[in-house]
């Protein structure tokens, strides 16, 4: 019997061996897919000047532009993670994502992102992703325009994939109730309290006509005198002045700041979807806290863009680095 039994211990050492291989090579592999805010210190070290260039350039031509970048990478983010389908073109075999509802007419900058390629790609080729690129650009174009800085985490890999489908479904339509709002970032693993912070991104770029013209006209909880001056420059007609813009922040919408969430309190939301944040439901006290202090709204803003980021990115050998944003290798 004594062989015997060796022979199981040996078995189940060799069994445990195993098991304990397995979870080191999960580690290890989930350790590798880790972002990191120095990523590209030693192959790309001058990543975040040739972002801050062009980018600099772009918004002084024109403001609305650094809200522009910033919506790109909202919409990216919302449909297979943080993985730059959205920048894919359609081709004819080839369905991008720049089609879908919420970003036909609506999603804009894609120029300005080919141009910091062009110059990432000239300081160091091959090297760093088109997902990475929007995640600095975004970030750049909030600090450009006077909000807060942070650490881009960085590594992200480029898809070669994209999703309609997902662009229908995974991103916030401006008509959205509070609980549509909700589950709709849950979704992405955000809570509330990163949505209302993450809103606030309206705080700088405009929308337009046709996604507030029912808010406008039909909803009863909007400062009449606002609707009235929303309402001339948007028809009650569908199909009519569609594409007219209105600044998401009526004050300062090229400045990021804390007014977004003060025009809330006071009924002048310009999307339904705004308004639903201070209307008498869960968010209203988070909305208030905002109003009173620009800093709170900057700190717990900066913690949902890093949580942003970090949806479900492509890494290691996941991908590819593009070298033309809008088309796969």
């Not at 110059?119 to 690129?133: F, L, M, N, T």
């Not at 905002?290 to 942003?308: E, H, L, N, P, R």
Request: glycine share 8%; hydrophobic share 35%; with cysteine.
């Amino acid at each position: 019997m004594a062989p015997a039994a060796a022979s199981s211990s040996s078995a189940a050492t060799r069994r445990v061996g195993g098991i304990i291989l397995l979870l080191l090579a999960a580690l290890a592999g989930t350790s590798s897919a880790q972002l990191s805010t120095g990523f590209y210190s030693n192959s790309c070290p001058g990543v975040h000047d040739a972002v801050k260039s062009v980018l600099q350039s772009a918004i002084a031509r024109e403001q609305r532009m650094g809200a522009s970048i910033l919506r790109l990478f909202f919409h990216d983010c919302f449909v297979q993670g943080c993985d730059a389908s959205l920048l894919l073109d359609d081709t004819p075999s080839f369905q991008g994502e720049k089609m879908a509802t919420p970003n036909n007419g609506s999603v804009r900058g894609f120029e300005v992102i080919d141009a910091i390629k062009s110059a990432v790609e000239k300081a160091c080729p091959g090297v760093v992703s088109c997902a990475d690129i929007l995640a600095i650009a975004a970030r750049d174009s909030v600090v450009i325009l006077g909000g807060p800085n942070w650490d881009v985490k960085l590594g992200r890999r480029d898809s070669t994939t994209a999703s309609l489908t997902g662009a229908n479904n995974n991103i916030p339509p401006p008509t959205s109730g509070l609980s549509n709002l909700t589950s709709l970032f849950a979704a992405q693993g955000l809570s509330q309290k990163d949505m209302v912070a993450l809103s606030g991104a309206h705080t700088i770029g405009q929308a337009r006509c046709t996604n507030f013209r029912a808010h406008v006209y039909n909803d009863t909880d909007i400062d009449a005198a606002f609707a009235r001056t929303r309402q001339s420059g948007c028809p009650r007609t569908s199909g009519s002045g569609d594409n007219n813009l209105a600044p998401l922040d009526l004050q300062t919408p090229t400045v990021f700041e804390n007014n977004y969430y003060k025009n809330l309190a006071c009924k002048k939301g310009l999307l339904h979807s705004d308004q639903e944040l201070f209307n008498g439901g869960s968010t209203d006290s988070q909305v208030q806290s905002y109003v009173s202090s620009q800093s709170a709204f900057f700190a717990d803003f900066v913690t949902g863009m890093i949580k942003m980021g970090d949806i479900t990115p492509l890494t290691g050998s996941n991908g590819e680095i593009r070298k033309n944003c809008r088309r796969i290798n």
